[in-house]
């Protein structure tokens, strides 16, 4: 199915399945706010679990939520899991977290030039503050869009580019990133570095009286606008099973997002992530 066979997709799904589980149960112990999102909201809603031919899960959580998370998951789920992310991974550039469970192995065909060991995992995303003032939010969107690909741009020579890019741009960027990567590695500017500058910016209005969240590390960030009593009011929805947490007014938000999200997409238009290598380990 997509790159899977039945047999290897059902097994992936279940690990995610297992590790979705330990991560509610940490967030109910500490009451952590959390959501299912993507994907994963739309198998809630459409499926009851996972879309059929989808191969990761999405959760989202508050910058505040996030933050305590990522410091107890060092200490309480140390012995079964390593919770990735820039100050803790060296070569990692992504703006959220990955839950990986250890003992198994992940690489997605699209990302086999990493430097650094990864599991099967769920992601993790933080959720923080969105200005009111619109040339505020496209200000805010432009400076962490920007330092998000410099973090990649301190690791990589060649970072990916979007698809859309115009081919003029691509071709002067191809020839431009190598010298910029060897420019920020000669004054020592690294990525948690970077990171340091995205977050000024990302969190500059969480503690303020804003009532409106988005996920930063979208690259379509204003899709993934929800408000306060979204997150922190919420509802419940199935999945696999088990109830998840899921946004208040989750209908509206996944229409934003995705349009009519309960009609299947064309065979053409299901994707999922494609493993290179994939080890399941003992499980």
């Known amino acids: 199915m997509l790159g899977y066979d039945e047999s290897t997709l059902k097994k992936l799904q279940g690990i995610e399945l297992i590790i979705l589980k330990d991560f509610i149960s940490l967030c109910e112990k ?52 390593n919770v990735q992310h820039i100050d803790n991974t060296d070569g990692y550039v992504l703006t959220f977290a990955k839950m990986n469970l250890k003992g198994t192995t992940f690489i997605e065909a699209t990302d086999t030039n990493r430097t650094y060991e990864q599991g099967i995992f769920i992601d993790i995303f933080p959720m923080d503050k969105l200005p009111s003032d619109e040339k505020e939010q496209q200000n805010q969107i432009k400076k962490t869009f920007f330092w998000a690909r410099v973090i990649s741009l301190c690791e990589y020579a060649s970072p990916k580019l979007p698809k859309n890019i115009n081919p003029i741009v691509g071709a002067g960027a191809k020839i431009a990133l190598p010298v910029l990567h060897g420019a920020l590695r000669l004054v020592g500017f690294n990525a948690r570095k970077a990171y340091r500058h995205y977050l000024s910016y990302a969190e500059k209005y969480n503690g303020s009286d804003e009532q409106y969240y988005i996920d930063y590390a979208c ?57 290179e290598i994939i080890d399941f380990g003992e499980y």
């Open 30 to 81: 500490h009451s952590l706010t959390y959501y299912v999102a993507g994907g994963t909201a739309i198998g809630a809603f459409r499926h009851k679990g996972f879309i059929p031919w989808d191969d990761d899960i999405d959760v989202n959580m508050p910058r505040e939520d996030y933050d305590k998370f990522l410091e107890i998951a060092q200490t309480e789920l140390a012995d079964k899991y």
């Open 219 to 275: 690259l379509t960030p204003l899709v993934t606008k929800v408000s306060h009593d979204d997150i922190f009011v919420g509802s419940y929805g199935e999945f696999e099973g088990m109830k998840v947490r899921m946004l208040l007014d989750h209908d509206r938000q996944l229409r934003v997002q995705y349009g009519d999200y309960m009609q299947l997409p064309p065979e053409d238009q299901r994707h999922n992530h494609r493993a």
